[in-house]
T-cell receptor, first 112, second 113 residues
Framework: DQQVKQNSPSLSVQEGRISILNCDYTNSMFDYFLWYKKYPAEGPTFLISISSIKDKNEDGRFTVFLNKSAKHLSLHIVPSQPGDSAVYFCAASDPGTYKYIFGTGTRLKVLA | DTAVSQTPKYLVTQMGNDKSIKCEQNLGHDTMYWYKQDSKKFLKIMFSYNNKELIINETVPNRFSPKSPDKAHLNLHINSLELGDSAVYFC????????????FGQGTRLTVV
């Protein structure tokens, strides 16, 4: 039972264009959402997060949007750079459960 | 200065052996985790510790035994290793549980032969 889903296993984008990575969740109790980037042979690196009381959070080239009614969040990267090529995981936390639940990841390839 | 460090990075061992993976964080966090990334690349929670106390044991076989000697360390001991234990194991830490972001170690790739 996958509570956090990333339905696109891979995405290719031209350098300089926008990358949009999507994530859906099923548990309406989730109140905090995160995006991580992962390079091969390294651990996930935190990118950006959003609380359920907000619908948008921006940090430089990265913006996360949250649509609670649709149980959907997305990560926008503008402009995309070749160094952004990695696997991106979205994650959610259920308050008080002491665990992050991760999606299955989307492999982003930014073409130069 | 590495925030969350795991040792070893690679571990190759035979079935039936017992092995340990060590994790240390220097962030002053009170919550630590072990995650397993299997061959399908799913990141699944195994254990959560808060202030050295076990909070979550996510239906992990009892051959896996975490130990937290203090808030900065969370080690993972695995008895009687099986082929299916082959995976990448990640340690992570956060402050105050999951209300903030977690920081991950670089992972330990365990291969059981």
């Amino acid at each position: 039972d996958q509570q956090v889903k990333q339905n696109s296993p891979s995405l290719s984008v031209q350098e300089g264009r926008i990358s949009i990575l999507n994530c859906d969740y099923t548990n309406s109790m989730f109140d905090y959402f995160l995006w991580y980037k992962k390079y091969p042979a390294e651990g996930p690196t935190f990118l950006i997060s959003i609380s359920s009381i907000k619908d948008k959070n921006e940090d430089g080239r990265f913006t996360v949007f949250l649509n609670k009614s649709a149980k959907h969040l997305s990560l926008h990267i503008v402009p995309s750079q070749p160094g952004d090529s990695a696997v991106y995981f979205c994650a959610a936390s259920d308050p008080g459960t002491y665990k992050y639940i991760f999606g299955t990841g989307t492999r982003l390839k930014v073409l130069a | 200065d590495t925030a969350v460090s795991q040792t070893p990075k690679y571990l190759v061992t035979q079935m039936g052996n017992d092995k340990s993976i060590k994790c240390e964080q220097n962030l002053g966090h009170d919550t630590m985790y072990w995650y397993k990334q299997d061959s399908k690349k799913f990141l699944k929670i195994m254990f959560s510790y808060n202030n050295k106390e076990l909070i979550i044991n996510e239906t992990v076989p009892n051959r896996f035994s975490p130990k937290s000697p203090d808030k900065a360390h969370l080690n993972l001991h695995i008895n009687s290793l099986e082929l299916g234990d082959s995976a990448v194991y990640f340690c992570a830490s956060s402050q105050g549980g999951t209300v903030t972001e977690a920081f991950f170690g670089q992972g330990t790739r365990l291969t059981v032969v």
